[in-house]
């Protein structure tokens, strides 16, 4: 039976901002604009961070050394899954990320180029909030989905390392799939998942209620850290009444919830279970950005469904290329990039399909490899993006570009034109050659 007490202490487990956006919140901004009817217009961006590193070795081409066309490239064996859709992909080297200065990871630093730390809050947003906020909005404009091991995703069902909406505004990932699960898609389940739903969404009723009636006897200091404690649960019912009324997309795309989201034997169930979430949120048109931190964006995760006993700080010493187990989670990488473009591909969008106007986006935490100078930090871009971007390219840069840069022409390509993206003039002058987006990758 479930009790308000039980339902309480599983709000509590479940954490705030893991049902939420913003800092403690996610955002939610206006009703959905189910999918356009124009085609060519970028309409989605998807990133997918491994921890660890991600080695030259284990994406460069072995006889390329200098940008050529990727036609008829034998790719390493890390990434060898991919090379039927070498004229959908670009692999790229050779930007810098020297200021984010990772050792074991750049956590926020990552994706929004700026110094990053283990227990470093961000100093700004990242790219990955910058382009939800962009691209025509819906419900749940940023998803963010976390993999770790299964008692770290028990344990610790949302964590904030990665994504950030403003300085010190960290946002939270979902690690636990049957939390995501419920939230997402349990307006509109069956049986016990909805019961809890509609139990949960009584309780959020009655918290909001009840907090909004405490704001009275405090003073205007103490308000000011109360008020967005208030607004969580003002916006979580938000999101509730929007995916209510929602339904239909969501049930024409809700993922079955099976054995591997009830009795997971091992991590990589849930993994693939958060992954089967995310791509229903796409889909339906429910969210528009979606971010991936396989390992959660810091050092550690787990593979043990891959037949890996190696864990992730240990995985980070080793070798990439040449080693079968790094060649086992990078080629398990390989196929949810791949499910990734066959689940878009499958849904037809203006006189293409979703895949034909959205961008991935795979690269790593922690630039190369751990403990690394970050002097080069490898990318792999899936898509065209809206026909914004060019593919089937190797491009080798000379180290004189940031991150950064790669991070302002994605955002040239979805219509929101950028010189520098965290980065000001005076250290643009000891870390950027040039000024602008990354003339090889734009149409």
Sequence with gaps: MITRRAMLRDVTACGIGSALGSSCVPSMLGASEFRSDASGEPRR????????????????????????????????????????????????????????????????????????????????ETIDHTISQTLPQTILPHLRIGMGSLSGMERQPSVATLSASGAGEPLYMHCNPNHLYQTLFGSIADG?????????????????????????????????????????FSRINELRKKLSAFAEPLRQFQPERDEKFRSPKFET???????????????????????????????????E????????????????????????????NCQMLIKLMKSLESVPEGNGTMMDNTLIVYTS?????????????????????????KTGNFIQFDGTRPINALYATILHAIGAPCDRYNMDEASARSLDSSSGPLEQLLV
């Design 45 to 124: 961006v998807i990133f997918f961070l491994q921890n660890n590193g991600f080695h030259t070795a284990a994406c460069i081409p072995r006889s390329m050394r200098k940008s050529a066309s990727l036609f008829g490239a034998k790719l390493p064996e890390s990434i060898k899954p991919l090379e039927p859709w070498l004229e959908k992909i670009n692999i790229i080297n050779g930007l810098h990320g020297r200021h984010v200065s990772p050792t074991h990871s750049g956590y926020f630093g990552a994706l929004g180029g700026y110094r990053g730390g283990e227990h470093r809050a961000p100093s700004a």
């Design 305 to 332: 469904g891959l037949g890996v006993e190696t864990t992730g700080h240990f995985l980070g010493h080793m070798g990439q290329e040449g080693n079968p187990i790094w060649h086992k989670i990078r080629n398990y």
């Design 269 to 303: 169930d849930w993994h693939d279970a958060l992954l089967d979430i995310g791509i229903a949120a796409l889909k339906s048109g429910l969210t528009n950005t979606l971010t991936i931190a396989s390992g959660r964006a810091g050092v550690w995760g787990s593979w």
């Design 192 to 232: 016990d998942i909805k019961k809890e739903y509609e139990a949960r969404s009584q309780i959020f009723d009655q918290v909001e209620s009840v907090a909004a009636k405490g704001k009275g006897d405090l003073a205007e200091s103490d308000l000011t850290l109360y008020e967005p404690y208030v607004n969580g």
């Design 365 to 389: 935490g922690n630039a190369d490899k751990q403990h690394t100078s970050a002097s080069t930090w490898p990318f792999i871009l899936l898509g065209n993006c809206g026909g914004r971007i």
